[in-house]
């Protein structure tokens, strides 16, 4: 899916498709443990994916990653 795409959808529409590829993600990399996958360029697809679909759920929020607080490490 192209980012335009992504923006055509609602803020509840990226969620629910984050959580439906987080879930597949997870099946991959446990599936990958145990056996070789039918296709394992579908693992990278959908980590590229996620980040879109990610990345567009920020934007719409109105935050971005330069807008974020620094971490600091400090004690």
Request: aromatic letters at 2%.
């Amino acid at each position: 899916m192209k980012a335009t795409q992504i923006r055509e959808l609602s803020l509840d529409e990226i969620a629910t498709r984050i959580k439906d590829l987080e879930r597949e993600r997870f099946n991959l990399g446990f599936r990958s443990g145990t056996q070789p996958l039918d296709d394992p360029l579908r693992l990278r697809v959908v980590r590229r994916e996620l980040a879109r679909l990610k990345t567009v759920q920020r934007q719409k929020a109105g935050t971005s990653a330069a807008a974020a607080p620094a971490r600091t490490g400090g004690k």
